[in-house]
T-cell receptor, first 113, second 110 residues
Framework: NAGVTQTPKFQVLKTGQSMTLQCAQDMNHEYMSWYRQDPGMGLRLIHYSVGAGITDQGEVPNGYNVSRSTTEDFPLRLLSAAPSQTSVYFC????????????FGPGTRLTVL | KNEVEQSPQNLTAQEGEFITINCSYSVGISALHWLQQHPGGGIVSLFMLSSGKKKHGRLIATINIQEKHSSLHITASHPRDSAVYICAVIRGTSGSRLTFGEGTQLTVNP
């Protein structure tokens, strides 16, 4: 199994550009989530999904969209990038939403100029 | 005040020392995770616990639900244990939505 994969690993955007961060898992996990990690702060939840077709907002959802058309994929879209979105983004998945082991992707380091 | 507080923020130890990292939380939880973030950035799950104690190799995690406190212990520390250790809680009503501490940077010198 590849586990949780994320692409790209690194990305530089200009303010106002849009892009999609890809996340995929091959473990048939129902629960997937996106986090951002900033210096001096803990990981913060952006959006999450408890299954295909179901998504909900986390702690810091503004400026991001998600969709979950399949169990495997959970892309994160930045609609109009801002410097405040410079961060490291992690995707994670788990088998069920009741506190199972979390599996994290390798992260995407995004810089918005 | 953060809902999840870790101490210390930074910890430097000599190889072989016994290490303790603490996590206190202020909300009701259904479970607590300890995670390890490698210098390269990858995050792996070490433990998930809702009561008592768990052990895996040289790592031991304990939790006291009444006191809202958990500890991660590393016995016979080694330079390869150098990493950021992160405590995260699952709040009682939020399913698998995690709330994270800021992490403890551990450096083990040979």
């Amino acid at each position: 199994n590849a586990g949780v994969t994320q692409t790209p690993k690194f990305q530089v955007l200009k303010t106002g550009q849009s892009m999609t961060l890809q996340c995929a898992q091959d473990m048939n996990h129902e629960y997937m989530s996106w986090y951002r990690q900033d210096p001096g702060m803990g990981l913060r939840l952006i959006h999450y999904s408890v299954g295909a077709g179901i998504t909900d907002q986390g702690e810091v959802p503004n400026g991001y969209n998600v969709s979950r058309s399949t169990t495997e994929d959970f892309p994160l879209r930045l609609l109009s990038a801002a410097p405040s979105q410079t961060s490291v983004y992690f995707c994670a998945s788990s088998y069920n939403p009741d506190g199972d082991t979390q599996y994290f992707g390798p992260g995407t380091r995004l810089t918005v100029l | 005040k953060n809902e999840v507080e870790q101490s210390p923020q930074n910890l430097t130890a000599q190889e072989g020392e016994f290490i303790t990292i603490n996590c206190s939380y202020s909300v009701g939880i259904s479970a607590l995770h300890w995670l390890q973030q490698h210098p390269g950035g990858g995050i792996v799950s070490l433990f998930m616990l809702s009561s008592g104690k768990k052990k895996h190799g040289r790592l031991i995690a304990t939790i006291n639900i009444q006191e809202k406190h958990s500890s991660l212990h590393i016995t016979a520390s080694h330079p390869r244990d150098s990493a950021v250790y992160i405590c995260a809680v699952i709040r009682g009503t939020s399913g698998s939505r995690l709330t994270f501490g800021e992490g403890t940077q551990l450096t083990v010198n040979p």
